[in-house]
């Protein structure tokens, strides 16, 4: 079983810069790999950006490309959501979640793991 819990979240002006931790108990995070995701109210849950289970490759939606990375240490069993150059539009509940894989997925149902999410608010 593992355990993960977002920080992080906030308000912020538009081109602002958050950073969201999701830190792990339980299990180590070597073992999945990672995926943020973000959901409004009405709206399905949206993949943001993953990390496979070694870091060495990552996934943007392209929404996100050139805004946000993702980086992950597996020493300290926590992932981090970098997000620079906040919109509008990026307001919304962050969720982290693991996945017993190598590989990054953007279909939210074949996490195995959530967390209980983080908000987001960027004002114009």
């Known amino acids: 079983q593992v355990q993960l819990v977002e920080s992080g979240g906030g308000s912020v002006q538009a081109g602002g810069s958050l950073r969201l931790s999701c830190a792990a108990s339980?299990?180590?995070?070597?073992?999945?790999?990672m995926g943020w995701f973000r959901q409004t109210p009405g709206k399905e849950r949206e993949y943001v950006i993953g990390i496979t289970r070694t870091g060495d490759g990552t996934t943007l939606a392209d929404s996100v490309k050139g805004r946000f990375t993702i980086s992950r240490d597996n020493a300290n069993n926590t992932v981090y959501l970098q997000m620079n150059s906040l919109k509008p539009e990026d307001t919304a509940l962050y969720y982290c979640a693991a996945r017993a894989s190598y590989y990054v997925s953007t279909i939210p149902n074949v996490y195995d793991y959530w967390g209980q999410g983080t908000q987001v608010t960027v004002s114009s």
């Open positions: 339980g299990r180590t995070l070597r073992d999945f790999a």
